[in-house]
């Protein structure tokens, strides 16, 4: 049914306000969404974003007036997501929280005949409830089943609908008949905009603890490049310096008392003495001698507190 002239207006002047008011947008799937559904998403993001439905034609029409009045406006990029069954989420808030209100109502919608699975359904072996009379019922879709105190028992699992097929009667009234409503329905996001640019919803789930995983693993990367073309970064002086400086820590035990250096002392004297608490942390911790020095009315000091560099000067620990 068209709508009348009244609300054509209404509906051009809400969209042109939204248009001019919100910077983000999420363009939603709507499909098997029932209204009242709808208004419950509606209320959950209220304060916090919009949701807007419309006709495709009207709404493009009410955008094109909208770039006419506003020529440059980032808004102007939505003009190719607006087709087939969809809707749009407006919003000036966390995009994150906003995807987590609109995935979270989903409801339990049982198999309908015709309708296209969205996942794969299995029937569960165990009872079933039915009397020995409907035996032929399963029979037909080759389920098989027993007889158990008086009642149909399915026997094993049965894989009974592939993803992407159509949902057959028999199927359908199976499922209808065991009480199972496989599948559950909600708005889809099939994709995100940002102040002109437009990008995938799965953008959103990369946070600050990815950011800094994929950064290590690049660095990892980095360094072992380096290593490779003996050419030196950044990345790869720390780790030569710290390889330097176990292999004069190993020619230092490997010639014990010919030659050695004050730093290697620590490493020397925990191979002597294993019970006497190991080898300090990391290269440059204070040799066990050194402790031996110190006043018995100076405060103990633990060797690693403060930071020390990689040669066991106490210059605050730069970065490795």
Request: hydrophobic content about 40%; overall charge negative.
């Amino acid at each position: 049914m068209p709508l009348s002239k009244e609300k054509k207006t209404s509906f051009h002047a809400k969209m042109t306000r939204i248009l001019g008011q919100y910077t983000k947008m999420f363009v939603v799937g709507v499909d098997n969404v029932g209204s009242s559904q709808m208004n419950i998403t509606r209320l959950n993001m209220r304060g916090r974003a919009e949701m807007l439905m419309g006709k495709n034609t009207l709404m493009k029409k009410v955008l094109k007036d909208f770039m006419e009045e506003n020529p440059d406006h980032p808004m102007g990029a939505i003009d190719s997501l607006i087709q087939g069954n969809v809707g749009f989420v407006f919003t000036n808030t966390d995009l994150p929280a906003i995807r987590d209100i609109i995935l979270s109502n989903r409801v339990p919608a049982p198999a309908r005949p015709g309708a296209v699975a969205p996942i794969n359904v299995q029937i569960p072996a165990g009872p079933t409830g039915c009397d020995p009379g409907q035996t032929s019922f399963f029979q037909v879709l080759q389920i098989p089943t027993k007889i158990v105190k008086g009642q149909i028992e399915i026997t094993s699992t049965v894989d009974l609908i592939v993803k992407g097929n159509k949902v057959g009667d028999s199927e359908a009234a199976l499922l209808s008949k065991l009480n199972i409503r496989p599948f559950s329905y909600g708005l889809v996001i099939h994709s995100v905009f940002d102040n002109g640019d437009c990008f995938s919803a799965a953008v959103l789930d990369i946070d600050q603890a990815y950011l800094a995983c994929a950064f290590h693993v690049a660095l990892a990367k980095l360094a072992a490049i380096s290593f490779s073309l003996n050419y030196p970064t950044a990345a790869m002086v720390p780790h030569a310096i710290g390889n330097a400086f176990k292999a004069l820590v190993a020619v230092a035990v490997e010639l014990d008392g010919t030659y050695s250096f004050p730093e290697a002392e620590a490493y020397k004297e925990a191979i002597k003495n294993p019970s006497a608490g190991g080898a300090p942390a990391g290269p440059g911790a204070a040799a066990p001698a050194a402790a031996k020095e110190e006043k018995p009315t100076e405060e103990e000091v633990d060797p690693m507190e403060g930071g020390m560099d990689m040669f066991g000067g106490g210059g605050g620990g730069g970065d490795y």
